[in-house]
């Protein structure tokens, strides 16, 4: 039971964090009424995994490996274009902010923005899902999967989903600057590690067939196959053994990202009169 | 309330972590991938049984393992030229659990695992130098085969062995360097026919300077 447990709290709670950033983003646009379209790109990608995983287990057929991880790796990183794009807007948004705070701004989010925030939502749920349903429900027919294990795998969920619920409403109390800034961190955090497992995804799946060299292994430190080694992997896209491209893939995004945002410059803001700019050189002079 | 949350949310997870204590010791059962193969093919444990798979990879390859068809064993990647250490707990039923072990986008190998519950113990008497047993015969099944050395000094083994028509053996498995007044055992599944126990040390081997096999150490055994 502590074994499908560990998993789906695991994958779980990378689920519940995408999700409890997009709420935020959408909340700090004063944009709650859709919220219900990422429930239910939610709820379309968890039934679609379970409908899959039971129709699989009935005809006891798996499907593809190299299939399921170019799922994966793909997924992966359409979620670090978009959340870099996210983390970006809310970075300059943050910075153009006069002191006095508009707890209420209403920005209508384009068409394209709000279908890209729904498209995450549902493939992370089923990115993961997939994959831990497929882990989960493999097998129930040959008995090695009891009423414990289904159980500890439930309630792994739910306590990923309380975990998800307690950063958004912890997240909801934090001043919009603040919160700004937190969300921007996380995600350049997790889009690093992102970036970094797809491209092992991509090569489980046989379409990148060289990763490089592997320059150290830290598995005697801390194990990959580890309970604590597969959360840091899972969350941080930790490898104890990473090969150059992962390593060069990672820092690439973490510092620029990073330096992007330091040194974005912030929104534009409407003038005040005082803030007219005086003549251009060799121009004619003011009014 | 959020903190609340967050609080049943950490401590929760970290209390059942903590109970699905692993302080339980666990045999260790080497996996070697090379290349075309992954050896053991067919290595056997017992229900429930605490393992950690040692898996090494000697190949040109990156490889990786997983278990397939229902077997609770989430998939690890394994460098060419590095070991990782799975740890996984056998099921309480009987049967086969099936590990893949595969390059990515290459060459597949199934291990099979076998869950085995022996109904049987044979016990195998080993000295210098003969071999006793508590047993002539058992039923053909899971038997569990125990190797007890009651000499003083002599490391010994037990093998199982099956005659084959040319004269030579067929080695079914063994249990090797069990120290003066130890034992160790193996399980393997047997059907009806005539086995040997035996002793294989050969001279310069485990600190001796004979042939076991030949000085004696052989028993005649029968699975009916």
Known sequence: ?287 | MSRFLFLVALVVPVLLAACGGDDAPRRTIGITQTDDACIPQRPVVTPRERITFAVTNDGKKDREVEGIEGMKFEEVLVPSGRTRNIDWTAPSNQGVQKLKCYVPGGSTVIVEVNVIDPKETVTASLIEYSITADKSFVAAGAIRFVGRNTSQSQIHELAILRPKADGSFENLGEVENIAPGKSGDILLDLPVGKYVFACLIAPGEAGSTVDHFKQGMRLDFEVK
């Open chain 1, 1 to 287: 039971m502590t074994f499908s447990f560990l998993v789906t709290v695991r994958e779980g709670v990378e689920m519940a964090l995408v999700v409890a950033i997009l709420l935020g983003y959408l909340r700090s646009l004063g944009q709650r009424r859709q919220f219900r379209a990422v429930w239910m790109g939610v709820g379309v990608a968890a039934t679609a995994c379970v409908l899959l995983a039971t129709a699989l287990e009935l005809v006891s057929r798996e499907l593809d490996d190299r299939v399921v991880e170019a799922f994966e790796g793909f997924t992966m990183i359409f979620a670090v274009v978009i959340l870099s794009g996210m983390a970006l807007w809310m970075r300059r948004q943050a910075a153009g902010m006069s002191r006095e705070l508009r707890q209420d701004l209403d920005r209508a989010l384009s068409r394209g923005s709000m279908t890209a925030i729904v498209l995450l939502a549902a493939t992370s749920v089923g990115r993961e899902g997939l994959e831990t349903t497929l882990f989960l429900f493999a097998g129930s027919t040959n008995g090695s999967s009891g009423v414990p294990f289904i159980a500890g795998g439930l309630l792994g969920f739910a306590i990923a989903a309380l975990i998800g619920a307690a950063i958004y409403h912890g997240s909801s109390r934090l001043p919009l600057k603040q919160f700004f800034f937190a969300s921007g961190l996380v995600v350049i955090v997790l889009g690093a590690g992102l970036l970094a497992t797809s491209v092992t995804k991509l090569y489980s799946a046989a379409i990148i067939t060289n990763l490089g060299d592997r320059p150290w292994d830290t598995e005697h430190l801390v194990s990959i196959t580890s309970t604590p080694g597969k959360f840091l992997n899972t969350l941080l896209g930790y490898d104890s053994a990473p090969s150059t491209l992962q390593i060069g893939l990672y820092w690439f995004y973490l510092l620029g990202m990073g330096a992007l945002y330091l040194f974005l410059p912030s929104a534009r803001r409407v003038p005040r009169p005082a803030e007219v700019p005086g003549p251009a050189p060799g121009g004619a002079p003011s009014p």
